[in-house]
């Protein structure tokens, strides 16, 4: 649950799943308010300190990246770039319109708000970043962990400032949101903050975990009803993410599953048995069948799981379902947060 969409990929996203403390935790590690959007620095370590840290020389799939100084103004090319930023205290410059316009979600506009931004300056990246949009900010730097374009966009966005992005091509689907956070934090020059990021959401999750010791050892099952397919999530090789921080593990039936091979056809629902079962329906009416329609399924009806009111939907309307699939450092605690009380409901069988 690791993969982390670029620009098209997450608009598209977004657009299609309209998209607790442990976040106010997590914001207060994040360091202090901008007076202004990226003119001053932001976090808990000195300046005299973050200062000393320069030049940075990071390598990257397409050759290095120089931060001569401690950057003042940030661009973003991805939602997720764009929560990395915020997450660690500093207001980007611009960044893309991944809500077309709509609401942000709300562990982003907590961040916002917290911040005093206000509403961040976008552009619109329909047809892929604007880079004329984003050189006319004059970034000092601009973040690109979150992206699957950069093989694209590195070229032309390494005129106009330093890139920050991973050291190999694979990484925009495979590194962590940890990992990410670590290595944009390096050249920003706020490492401090990230382990501070960090921290504050692992314990949000083992607070939860704590509170919820009846999810320990509890099998899941964790699927998604794509336009095509209903898709088994929670495959053996994925990330445990989320689930299994708070105490799950993954049935027996996951082994029979990979990235390339998780369709679950309506004849095998049963392979969607566990304890608990959490369905998602980002697509709405152009996921392959509607909740009201698998929930009409004899098949599905007959499931131990569905009997004892072990089954759940993670809603999309809230961004929590894309929230799941692409977590990153804002959103990881308000994961927690929402999600938490949606696994308890579905082990009682509420």
């Known amino acids: 649950m690791n993969r982390h969409a670029g620009p098209l990929a997450r608009r598209s996203t977004a657009r299609t799943l309209i998209?607790?403390?442990?976040?106010a935790t997590l914001l207060a590690g994040?360091?202090?308010?901008?007076?202004?959007?990226?003119?001053?620095?932001?976090?808990?370590?000195?300046?005299?300190?973050?200062?000393a840290a320069f030049p940075v020389t990071l390598p990257n799939a397409w050759g290095k990246t120089e931060v001569e100084k401690k950057p003042l103004k940030v661009a973003t090319v991805s939602d997720g770039d764009t929560d990395i930023a915020l997450a660690l205290g500093i207001v980007p410059v611009i960044t893309p319109d991944a809500e077309d316009g709509g609401p942000v979600p709300e562990y982003k506009q907590r961040a916002i708000t917290k911040l005093g931004a206000g509403k961040l300056?976008?552009?619109?990246?329909?047809?892929?970043?604007?880079?004329?949009?984003?050189a006319a900010e004059a970034p000092d730097v601009i973040l690109g962990m979150n992206t699957w374009s950069m093989d694209t966009d590195?070229?032309?966005?390494?005129?106009?400032?330093?890139?920050?992005?991973?050291?190999?091509?694979a990484h925009s689907d495979t590194?962590?949101?940890?990992?990410?956070?670590?290595?944009?934090?390096?050249?920003?020059?706020?490492?401090?903050?990230?382990e501070k990021v960090i921290a504050a959401n692992e314990?949000?999750?083992a607070d939860a975990a704590a509170a919820h010791p009846e999810f320990k050892g509890k099998t899941y099952t964790y699927a998604v009803v794509h336009p095509e397919q209903i898709t088994f999530m929670s495959y053996a090789d994925q990330d445990p993410g989320v689930f299994e921080q708070l105490g799950f593990e993954k049935t027996d039936k996951a082994k029979s599953y990979k990235a390339d091979k998780n369709a679950v056809s309506l004849e095998n629902l049963d392979e969607l048995e566990a304890d608990v079962l959490l369905m998602t329906y980002p697509f709405g009416d152009n996921g392959l069948l509607?909740?009201?329609?698998?929930?009409?399924?004899?098949?599905?009806?007959?499931?131990?799981?569905?009997?004892?009111?072990?089954?759940?939907?993670?809603?999309?309307?809230?961004?929590?379902?894309?929230?799941v699939a692409y977590p990153d450092a804002l959103s990881a605690p308000w994961i927690v947060e929402k999600l938490t009380p949606i696994l308890a409901g579905a082990v009682a069988g509420k």
């Open 121 to 134: 300056k976008t552009y619109d990246d329909t047809d892929g970043t604007d880079y004329e949009a984003i």
């Open 203 to 205: 314990k949000a999750t």
């Open 19 to 23: 998209a607790a403390v442990a976040c």
């Open 30 to 51: 994040c360091g202090g308010k901008d007076d202004k959007a990226g003119e001053k620095p932001s976090g808990g370590a000195s300046t005299g300190a973050a200062e």
């Open 175 to 194: 590194l962590t949101w940890q990992e990410r956070l670590k290595t944009a934090a390096k050249a920003l020059g706020l490492t401090a903050e990230a």
């Open 290 to 323: 509607s909740a009201k329609e698998l929930e009409s399924n004899k098949l599905f009806q007959s499931l131990k799981v569905v009997k004892g009111k072990h089954y759940a939907v993670i809603p999309s309307e809230n961004t929590l379902s894309s929230a």
């Open 154 to 169: 590195y070229a032309k966005l390494s005129p106009i400032a330093p890139v920050v992005t991973f050291t190999d091509k």
